[in-house]
């Protein structure tokens, strides 16, 4: 039983694309999925920093190759795909690509707006229509995991074209879930709290990064390998009835008091 348990969520023989794998939370899924048994395209504007997570993937005894990719730019996307097609078509998809602008409101440009909803949610269709397409094509099934952010169900000063952008992922994953069903495609979203990274690590331990710390109710903040169990519940065979769901990994932070 816990043998089959364990196969439930695993992803041997799977091909898995990873966007916005370069650094961060990509880089480590891609890790953590390449653990798994899949093979990884891992993809993202920075193909430099690519070969990096490759070669720290099949040092370790997994798969992985790089794709260039822009997910702003439908071409790009579509070019993707078609290079990853060479290895096959793409069993998951983690929607990972993302970016912010952190500013006050009054301080926010149309074009801090345009870059911030473009990669997060413009880029999250892009990349989750064209796989869906090819994946009907094969009539082969699938999952694609969006990654969104517990902003997308709350939000906080400073960077609201993100918070509104990871709404719309929101939103979008359950619209996607609802129309892709009956061809066999789950779609779910992942929503992290606050996780540290080599990114935020500074603030996070700062004195107004405690204080942050203090409002979230587990009195801690994410780390990387907290996502791991969920990711591979959404993207694996034990996760088949989810289709539609949000998953919070942030320490009770979205139902504490307001």
């Known amino acids: 039983m816990a043998h089959d348990v364990m196969e439930r969520f695993g992803l041997r023989g799977r091909l898995v694309l990873v966007t916005g794998a370069s650094s961060g939370l990509g880089t480590h899924f891609a890790e953590v999925l390449a653990a798994a048994g899949a093979r990884v395209a891992v993809a993202a504007r920075r193909t430099d920093k690519l070969q990096g997570v490759v070669q720290t993937i099949t040092a370790a005894g997994g798969e992985a190759r790089a ?10 996307v579509r070019a ?34 345009d870059q911030v909803l473009d990669t997060n949610l413009k880029g999250c269709w892009l990349v989750a229509t064209e796989a869906a397409r090819r994946m009907v094509a094969q009539a082969k099934g699938g999952a694609i995991v969006n990654v969104a952010s517990i902003l997308g169900e709350r939000v906080a000063g400073g960077v609201a074209p993100y918070a509104i952008s990871k709404a719309g992922v929101i939103q979008a994953t359950k619209a996607m879930a609802l129309e892709l069903a009956r061809h066999g495609i789950r779609v779910n979203a992942l929503l992290p709290g606050y996780v540290v990274t080599d990114l935020n690590r500074g603030f996070l331990t700062s004195e107004a990064g405690d204080k942050l710390r203090m409002r979230v109710p587990s009195r801690r903040f994410g780390e990387l390998a907290d996502l791991d169990g969920p990711l591979l519940l959404l993207a694996s065979d034990a996760g088949a009835a989810m289709s539609g769901a949000t998953v919070a990994v942030d320490g009770a932070h979205l139902v504490s008091s307001l």
Do not use: K, M
Not at 67 to 76: K, P, Q
Not at 85 to 113: C, H, I, K, M, S
């Open 67 to 76: 794709f260039a990719l822009d997910v702003t730019d439908n071409a790009s």
């Open 80 to 113: 993707c795909f078609d290079a990853v097609g060479e290895w096959g078509v793409p069993d998951v998809v983690v929607n990972n690509a993302g970016v912010t602008v952190t500013r006050a409101l009054l301080e926010q440009t149309e074009q801090d707006f």
